[in-house]
């Protein structure tokens, strides 16, 4: 546990440092923040590899769900983020938490509190690929572009079984327990439809252009966002 914790921390420290750096070579260059992916995707579907790809290509950082959610469940990293943001990106930053909350007649518990301003804070540094948690919901979309990564279930159930060595029934099962985890999160959390098209600036079907095309076609739009 205790190396878990360090090894976090080592993480927490080396973004905030990297921020730092960042944005002192945008204000030497008076250069605005690049803008964020934010990836929501079907399990099965390879948004996690999308994910990947698309920040190599681009040198963006990557945040997956699972560091994301321990991120917002300690109230310290919530804090140390806030801090590499100077008082007009505070002020920013509260102001896009208020409308989001005011927006979606939200009710904040503590997770959510500490989500928004970890998420936020990634959202006003920019260059970041950002998998789940809801994050195209916190993010203004000026500020990123929304992908959906989708695929039909036999394409999917094929994939989970291969991934995971298990039979086609409970490569099923599996699917079907982690969408609707994932639908009831964002459902409670921002009382929207995780797979509303119109929640997204892009939704894309890995079989029917595959994963390098995926990426190619969110690519092109990042960099004409940001041309």
Known sequence: METKKRSMSKIIEEQVKKWDYQKAERKTKQEKPAVCVTLSREPGSGGRIVAEKIAKRLDYDIFHQEVVNEMAEDAKISLRFMETLDERGLNTLDNWIASLVDERYLWPDAYMKHLLKVVGTMGKHGRSVIVGRGSNFIIP?????????????????????????????????????????????????????????ANYDMVLNTRNIGIDGAVKAIAAVVEKRDG
């Open 141 to 197: 979309p000026e500020k990123r572009i929304s992908v959906r990564i989708i695929a039909p279930f036999d394409t999917r159930r094929k994939c989970i079984a291969d991934a995971f060595h298990l039979s086609k029934e409970d490569a099923g099962r599996r699917i079907t327990q982690t969408e609707s985890t994932r639908r009831s999160f964002v459902r409670k959390y921002f009382n929207a439809s995780i797979s509303e098209p």
